[in-house]
């Protein structure tokens, strides 16, 4: 049985002009016991009402939810947040300013009638739990406390009473670079000691891919994908998937043949065609089709003979063209490299050789497997 069922849920809601707004639409989802799944998506995609409805903090238009097998949600039926066995932590950390960090935790462990002989006890279990054992932080107010800080409290006062679901909307967006990236390992490891099933909300794909078991993809208040992070990189079904998993080139397409696996497609640019054959899912008729291609998945080598324009084989496996360098970005550790192939398509290529130049000749080389084709917008 999951530990959450979402079925068809919507979230509509009227504006301030009077119309009528659909935050989230026909939803579907359901998370593992023990899992940590994450809600991925621009702001204003219905991540955040997502995770609220699941809460008991917002009423739902239509669909229903379901917590470890109980309904808690319904167009006519909304159990309150208490009665939910859920924790929630905010992306704005929400701790009670005129209470100390050791107050924070001992007051919600007092709202979700913990037992009192051992509360004390378990106040220190849950602040060593995140780090914040000794040092006498637990006697400091909010004030007192750094943001990292505020948010291990605010972290450690919702795994506090042993929730049998935590919510997490954007718990990290406040904390800089660095201190977000020890945050995401602090919290993998937390969870992975207590054991308790997680929904997290994030726009940072990155973030998402380094903590999540399984990710939704939303936009528009809709799930455009879902799936582990590797397949959701590797096989976006969408456009918008390709671009916000990550960097792709994409092109607009004119399919030519398919078979279960591969096809045969033409990239169109003024009066250039450009012949490549792609992979694809077989989930769709791939009308409007769209080529994808990771900057990564691009292979580059020095060839001075290459003529401009010109093509050096297309086989069932390969594209092989002749390209020229048209810009240079270093960033450290990869190259970004714009190269032109054909008379005027141009693909960016993230490489790990930095001595190439602007203005040479390549050979470029695509895998079948690495050029994916898919359904366009409709």
């Not at 009192?116 to 780090?131: I, T």
Request: charge should be neutral; hydrophobic fraction near 35%; glycine fraction near 8%.
């Amino acid at each position: 049985m999951p530990a959450v069922e979402v079925k068809k849920l919507t979230k509509r809601f009227v504006s301030g002009g009077g119309s009528v707004v659909d935050a989230v639409k026909n939803l579907n989802f359901s998370v593992n016991e023990g899992e940590l799944f994450t809600l991925l998506g621009p702001s204003g995609c219905g991540k955040t009402t997502t995770l609220r409805a699941l809460a008991g903090f917002e009423d739902i238009t239509e669909g229903q939810i379901k917590l470890f097998g109980d309904v808690v949600s319904t167009s006519d039926l909304n159990v309150p947040p208490e009665r939910r066995g859920i924790g929630f932590v905010f992306q704005s950390y929400a701790v009670w300013p005129h209470m100390t960090a050791r107050e924070n935790i001992l007051y919600a462990l007092k709202n979700q009638d913990y037992p009192k002989d051992r509360r004390e006890d378990r106040v220190q279990e849950a602040l060593s739990l995140v780090g914040l054992a000794g040092g006498n932080v637990e006697d400091r107010y909010p004030s007192e406390l750094s943001g990292g800080q505020q948010q291990r409290v605010a972290f450690a006062r919702a795994i506090s009473y042993e929730p049998k679901l935590l919510l997490m909307d954007e718990p990290l967006s406040n904390l800089d670079f660095q201190l977000r990236k020890r945050m995401r390992q602090s919290i993998l490891d937390i969870l992975d000691e207590i054991k308790v099933t997680t929904v997290y909300v994030t726009h940072d794909q990155e973030e998402a891919f380094e903590i999540s078991d399984d990710i939704c993809v939303m936009k528009d208040g809709v799930k455009m994908q879902q799936g582990d992070p590797e397949a959701l990189y590797d096989s976006p079904n969408s456009p918008f998937v390709a671009n916000f998993i990550g960097e792709a080139n994409v092109f607009n397409a004119e399919l030519v043949s398919k078979t279960k696996k591969s096809a045969n497609a033409t990239i169109t640019k003024g009066d250039q065609k450009l012949d490549m054959v792609c992979r694809h899912e077989g989930k769709s008729d791939l009308k409007n089709p769209v080529i994808v291609i990771r900057p990564e998945r691009i292979h580059i080598e020095v060839a001075s003979k290459a003529g401009k324009g010109s093509k050096y084989n297309k086989t069932s496996e390969t594209n092989e063209y002749a390209g020229k360098i048209t810009h240079k970005i270093f960033r450290g550790a990869s190259v970004y490299y714009d190269v032109t192939i054909g008379d005027n398509t141009t693909v960016q290529v993230r490489s790990t050789q930095s001595k190439l130049k602007v203005g040479q000749n390549l050979k470029v080389t695509i895998a079948k497997q690495d050029a994916l084709i898919v359904q366009g917008a409709s």
